[in-house]
């Protein structure tokens, strides 16, 4: 299995543009979930979803901030406008129903940095 | 308000002895804890988890405590390889979701 997969690996952006960040999670997950890793607050949950529905966003820091899922094999999470304070890692995980432990599976990151 | 904690940004330890990774937590709705193990510039890889109901999980030269009463998850690994080197986070699990410690930097000296 090819694991979950994100792109693009690295975004260099200007203040007030548009980010689109895409992850295809694994074949047969049915939970998606994207997170933000900053020095500051560490690896925090910004969004995930349950077949392909957002369950809980409660962590999505702004209105700047929008993920979709439109399907079962792609998500994307927008940012508009970007501001410096956007640059981070961010990651996207999945993991199924039946996996008894909650384990995820991250994909690789990608590093987003605005100026 | 942290929900999970892990206060020792870093560790340093020789090859071949025991590592030991601390975290604690405030909060008993978690029924899933896990270890995750992160390289520079890679996702974090699952490593090792346990459940609310037991106390110990050993999977090779690495074995995860739970002490329920004092909150307190820990992780050993023994012996100690230069490869174990990576940044360590402890995840807690309620509702399918995780919640993250902010991580440990382990350095295994040669």
């Known amino acids: 299995d090819a694991g979950v997969i994100q792109s693009p690996r690295h975004e260099v952006t200007e203040m007030g543009q548009e980010v689109t960040l895409r992850c295809k999670p694994i074949s047969g997950h049915d939970y998606l979930f994207w997170y933000r890793q900053t020095m500051m607050r560490g690896l925090e949950l910004l969004i995930y979803?349950?077949?392909?529905?957002?369950?809980?966003d409660s962590g999505m820091p702004e209105d700047r901030f929008s993920a979709k899922m439109p399907n079962a094999s792609f998500s994307t999470l927008k940012i508009q406008p970007s501001e410096p304070r956007d640059s981070a890692v961010y990651f996207c995980?999945?993991?199924?129903?039946?996996?008894?432990?909650?384990?995820?599976?991250f994909g690789p990151g990608t590093r987003l940095t605005v100026t | 308000d942290q929900q999970v904690k892990q206060n020792s940004p870093s560790l340093s330890v020789q090859e071949g002895r025991i590592s030991i990774l601390n975290c604690d937590y405030t909060n008993s709705m978690f029924d899933y804890f896990l270890w995750y193990k992160k390289y520079p510039a890679e996702g974090p890889t699952f490593l090792i988890s346990?459940?609310?109901?037991?106390d110990k999980n050993e999977d090779g030269r690495f074995t995860v405590f739970l002490n329920k009463s004092a909150k307190h998850l820990s992780l050993h690994i023994v012996p100690s390889q230069p490869g174990d080197s990576a940044v360590y986070f402890c995840?807690?699990?309620?509702?399918?979701?995780?919640?993250f410690g902010s991580g440990t930097q382990l350095t295994v000296l040669p």
């Open positions: 979803f349950n077949n392909n529905v957002p369950i809980d």
């Open positions: 995980a999945s993991s199924f129903a039946f996996q008894g432990n909650y384990e995820q599976y």
């Open positions: 995840a807690l699990g309620s509702a399918r979701q995780l919640t």
């Open positions: 346990i459940s609310s109901i037991k």
